[in-house]
């Protein structure tokens, strides 16, 4: 039975990209968690929405079912990065499931900045689960396969060995 699984929110692409790379290389399970309410995905709009909610710490409603983990001792949590901090969906689902038996590894893509308010945000929302580790990707993609190589290959063993 798997063992490992990999949570994810993406609104443009980027998330879900390096979920899916990472997901093949362990061989996890891929859960994506989205919004009732879709983001648009353009211009002020995009921004005024997805960043005012994030700022704020909407919990936003989410489709269900939701993932179910509980036979999953290591969970992977992928958001992107918004107003400096962790997206909505993924804020919204950390503060509706129990993760504290869980050990988990946050990943956040972004276009440059930090991303040290969002894995903060995460763990605090994630209540006492273990932390193998936190690793940012500046917007993965099919081009950036090479770049990220290490990156991925150092989250794979880490989760691989536990
Ligand atoms: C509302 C909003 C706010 C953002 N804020 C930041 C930010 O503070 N720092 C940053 O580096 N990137 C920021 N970004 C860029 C995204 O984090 C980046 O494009 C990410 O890879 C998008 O992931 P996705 O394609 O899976 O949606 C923001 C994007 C949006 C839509």
């Known amino acids: 039975m798997n063992t490992i699984a990999i949570v994810y929110y993406s609104l443009e692409g980027h998330t879900k990209y390096l979920a899916k790379q ?22 002020f ?12 710490k909407w919990n936003v409603a989410l489709q269900k079912p939701l993932p179910e983990l509980t036979s999953y001792t290591t969970v ?21 499931t129990d993760l504290s038996s869980k050990q988990l590894f946050f990943i956040a893509t972004c276009s440059g900045g ?4 969002c894995f903060e945000r995460m763990q605090k929302a994630s209540k006492g689960a273990s932390i193998l580790g936190e690793e940012r990707f500046v917007h993965p993609s099919g081009e950036t396969v090479e770049r990220d190589e290490t990156q991925i290959a150092s989250i794979c063993s880490l989760v691989k060995e536990v």
């Not at 709009?45 to 704020?56: M, T, V």
Request: aromatic share 12%; proline share 8%; charged share 25%.
């Open 22 to 43: 990472l997901a093949e290389r362990l061989g996890a399970d891929l859960f994506q968690i989205r919004p009732k309410r879709t983001y648009p995905t353009k211009g």
């Open 45 to 56: 709009p995009k921004f005024f929405c997805a960043g005012r909610d994030a700022s704020l």
């Open 76 to 96: 992977l949590l992928c958001t992107p990065v918004w107003a400096e901090t962790t997206s909505a969906p993924m804020y919204s689902f950390l503060k509706q």
């Open 114 to 117: 930090s991303a040290k308010r």
